[in-house]
């Protein structure tokens, strides 16, 4: 079982809805990853977490907002989506960005945007 | 720039059919190699990792190894449930993300 803990697991939502997908991990790991994955392609980096600060930001369009309330948690504020934003969001984390250690993935949320 | 291919794209075995998979690297500096197993509409699952080459790790009938330039995994005697996308990522002692190979779906018949 994964110890990273994804909510909801599928969501639709209009173009106008504004709505927030949710993670959790209990593993003391202090790097947070969110990342976007379309069908039959490999997982895409949006955002890092390092010990709760904001680290990388890949050009993702302003209308998805990162927030990582503490160590254990982080969000994914969505806004204005557009249907091409439709994908599985995986939610990991790792040890530290600085660390050898592997990620941990979370089972993912099933976004559809109409 | 970190650079993975993954060869084949597509892998269809029969059951009980040994194959590999192959995953080539171009990294400045790696930290770690790493293998994970996607179930379709699911998180990538953890597997294995390697630090340097001549390392080998085996979990039940899949082993990964590693040299300079690449990493193979062996599937040996596989079974239907070993049917996934097999995904392979790097990271570099300078970079903070994993960077993922575009995998190797493999399905195994009965």
């Known amino acids: 079982d994964t110890e990273v803990t994804q909510t909801p697991k599928h969501l639709v939502m209009g173009m106008t809805n504004k709505k927030s997908l949710k993670c959790e991990q209990h593993?003391?790991?202090?790097?947070m990853y969110w990342y976007k994955q379309k069908a039959k392609k490999p997982p895409e980096l949006m955002f890092v977490y390092s010990y709760e600060k904001l680290s990388i930001n890949e050009s993702v369009p302003s209308r998805f907002s990162p927030e990582c309330p503490n160590s254990s948690l982080l969000n994914l504020h969505l806004h204005a989506l557009q249907p091409e934003d439709s994908a599985l969001y995986l939610c990991a984390s790792s040890q530290s960005t600085g660390s050898a250690g592997e990620l941990f993935f979370g089972e993912g949320s099933r976004l559809t945007v109409l | 720039e970190d650079q993975v291919t993954q060869s084949p794209e597509a892998l269809r075995l029969q059951e009980g059919e040994s194959s590999s998979l192959n995953c080539s690297y171009t990294?400045?500096?790696?930290?770690?190699l790493f293998w994970y197993r996607q179930d379709p509409g699911k998180g990538p699952e953890f597997l294995f990792t390697l630090y340097s080459a001549g390392e080998e790790k085996e979990k039940e009938r899949l082993k990964a190894t590693l040299t300079k330039k690449e990493s193979f995994l062996h599937i040996t005697a596989p079974k239907p449930e070993d049917s996934a996308t097999y995904l392979c990522?790097?990271?570099?002692?300078?970079?903070?993300?994993?960077?993922f190979g575009p995998g190797t779906r493999l399905s195994v018949l009965p």
């Open positions: 990522a790097v990271r570099d002692n300078y970079g903070q993300n994993f960077v």
């Open positions: 990294v400045s500096g790696l930290r770690g």
């Open positions: 593993m003391g790991h202090r790097a």
